[in-house]
Structures are given as C-alpha cells and as structure tokens.
C-alpha cells in the first residue's frame, strides 16, 4: 500500500493503472477511520482492481463555529487499519494540493435545491463544501466507482446527483450504516460523547424506529409521528434539529409512498449526532 501526497504522483500511478485496463475504485474520506470505513473499502474491493482511499480534513465543509479545528486527525492509525486490507493507494493531500489556487477557492459546486434542505439548513455552506472536495478529488483520482456510506444519505443523493449533472462519468455507491450493538450510528464524531452521552446516544436510532414502526403500521400524519419522536429525544436530553421523513430522492412523500427514508440530525451536550433509516413497505 502506497501513501502519496500530490496529485502529481497519484496521476503517475494512476496512468499506470489505466495502461493496463485496471479498474479503480475510490473510497473518499476524511480520516480516523472506523468499522463503518472499513466496510466501504471492502465493499470498493469488489468494485474494480485497485482501491485508493483519500484522506482529506476539508476545510470547506467545516463552518466559523463547527469542529475544524478538533476534528480527529489520525493518519499513522488510518494507515495501520488500512494495512492487509487490500488497498492500493492512501491519497492524503495538504490542503493547498486540493485548492491549488489559494483557500478558500474561487470556483464552487452548488447542488441546488439539495444543499440547503435538512443538513445544509442547519449546516449552511456544508454540501457545497462537499461537492466541491468531491468533485476536485474525483478529478484528482479520475475513478471509475466511488463508494459513500449511507449514514450520510443527504450526501449521497447530492454527490450522485452532481456526477449525474457534470456528466463525470462515475458510478456512485452507497454502502449501509455500520453501528454500534446498541444502534448508534458509527461516526468519527461519537468519541466526543461523555459516557453518560454516549450511554444516551441510541435513542437517535430508536427514534427513527419509532417512526418506521408507525410508518409500518400504517399511520401517515407524519408531522405528528415525527413530532412524537422529536419528544422523546427531548426527554433523553437532546435539543433535536429536524426529524423528517422524505422519498429516498428526498422528495416530500405521497399519497402513494411505499419507499421512505427518516433522517434526523440532533445535538446532545456539544456533539451533534445525524442518523436516517430506509422503510420500504411490501
Ligand atoms: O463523508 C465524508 O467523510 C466527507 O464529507 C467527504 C465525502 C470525504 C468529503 O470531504
């Protein structure tokens, strides 16, 4: 396994891979990897003949008041958890390697009306943060397949989307949730749960259960089931942000919905912690 840190080589390497008709697989993130990353890189094995991984704490995601500054940055540990896994290439650039021109960049993907529903609500400024990394990385790596957890469904949806409209020519894959025994979610972010947050924290899935349930059971006043959950989040001490059920697309259901998606994003203590459940109905 490879670590590079310009696009210069990574190019090199990739033309080498192109030469012999290999497929490349690209599993974008952020570092401090955990289970649920490890997953996505098995499940890009399967997907092409090489696997590059990038590592990127991007700047332009991150908001003037959100965790930029702490977020965990592990690479000796990221490349020991990658090592044996099969992987080709960590791709682990400094910022001014993806924002060749100066920071923050002059040239921005917007995927409108998406990024400002939801996450990019409460987050303004995240998804086009993303789309950009994305795009650029995409770019840098010029992979066939880029694989995506779902826990981020808002994200997926918005980087398919993207490589739809820009016409980049690359398959998106979404991966499910890895999660903890109890339900929650796996995220880089839950280590900033105290042990009596994190012994709270599963309520989050348990409040999308709740709302599958009623969903399965036929209730459609979805403003009240959804209020209902938000409520017992309340009650375990969480300050929720939105509790919404939608179309997997991220539409408002109708009438005829079998196939939904719940999402919630909710802040416990200082640790904001976003989940989603799918509920397909027969
Ligand atoms: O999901 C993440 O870790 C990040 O949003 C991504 C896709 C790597 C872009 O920085």
């Given at each position: 396994?490879?670590?590079?840190?310009?696009?210069?080589?990574?190019?090199?390497?990739?033309?080498?891979?192109?030469?012999?008709?290999?497929?490349?697989?690209?599993?974008p993130?952020?570092?401090?990897?955990?289970?649920?990353?490890?997953?996505?890189?098995?499940?890009?094995?399967?997907?092409?003949?090489?696997?590059?991984?990038?590592?990127?704490?991007?700047p332009?995601?991150?908001?003037?008041?959100?965790?930029?500054?702490?977020?965990?940055?592990?690479?000796?540990?990221?490349?020991?958890?990658?090592?044996?896994?099969?992987?080709?290439?960590?791709?682990?650039p400094?910022?001014?390697?993806?924002?060749?021109?100066?920071?923050?960049?002059?040239?921005?993907?917007?995927?409108?009306?998406?990024?400002?529903?939801?996450?990019?609500?409460?987050r303004?400024?995240f998804?086009?943060g993303?789309?950009?990394?994305?795009?650029?990385?995409?770019?840098?790596?010029q992979?066939?397949?880029?694989?995506?957890?779902?826990?981020?469904?808002?994200?997926?949806?918005?980087?398919?989307?993207?490589?739809?409209?820009?016409r980049?020519?690359?398959?998106?894959?979404?991966?499910?949730?890895?999660?903890?025994?109890?339900?929650?979610?796996?995220?880089?972010?839950n280590?900033?749960?105290n042990?009596?947050?994190?012994?709270?924290?599963?309520?989050?899935?348990?409040?999308?259960?709740?709302?599958?349930?009623?969903?399965?059971?036929?209730?459609?006043?979805?403003?009240?089931?959804?209020?209902?959950?938000?409520?017992?989040?309340?009650?375990?001490?969480?300050?929720?942000?939105?509790?919404?059920?939608?179309?997997?697309?991220?539409?408002?259901?109708?009438?005829?919905?079998?196939?939904?998606?719940?999402?919630?994003?909710?802040?416990?203590?200082?640790?904001?912690?976003i989940?989603?459940?799918?509920?397909?109905?027969?």
């Amino acid at each position: 396994m490879k670590t590079l840190h310009t696009v210069a080589e990574l190019q090199s390497l990739r033309a080498d891979w192109r030469a012999r008709g290999e497929r490349v697989a690209v599993v974008p993130t952020m570092g401090n990897l955990h289970r649920g990353h490890l997953a996505l890189v098995e499940r890009a094995k399967q997907l092409a003949e090489r696997v590059v991984v990038t590592i990127f704490v991007n700047p332009l995601q991150f908001g003037p008041n959100e965790d930029f500054g702490r977020y965990p940055r592990t690479l000796p540990e990221d490349l020991k958890a990658l090592a044996g896994l099969g992987v080709d290439l960590v791709y682990a650039p400094p910022v001014e390697e993806v924002y060749v021109n100066g920071f923050p960049p002059a040239t921005t993907i917007t995927v409108a009306p998406l990024s400002s529903q939801l996450e990019g609500h409460f987050r303004p400024g995240f998804f086009t943060g993303v789309a950009t990394v994305v795009a650029i990385l995409f770019d840098s790596v010029q992979p066939d397949v880029a694989v995506f957890g779902e826990k981020d469904w808002q994200q997926l949806q918005i980087v398919t989307r993207m490589v739809a409209d820009l016409r980049m020519g690359i398959a998106i894959v979404g991966h499910p949730t890895a999660r903890d025994d109890d339900g929650l979610a796996m995220s880089s972010r839950n280590q900033y749960l105290n042990a009596e947050e994190r012994a709270r924290a599963p309520a989050v899935h348990a409040s999308l259960q709740a709302v599958a349930a009623g969903l399965r059971a036929g209730r459609r006043d979805l403003e009240s089931l959804c209020d209902e959950a938000c409520a017992a989040l309340r009650q375990q001490g969480f300050v929720p942000q939105y509790l919404e059920v939608r179309t997997p697309a991220l539409d408002s259901p109708i009438a005829s919905t079998r196939d939904f998606v719940v999402l919630v994003a909710a802040v416990l203590g200082t640790t904001r912690l976003i989940d989603n459940l799918r509920v397909t109905l027969d």
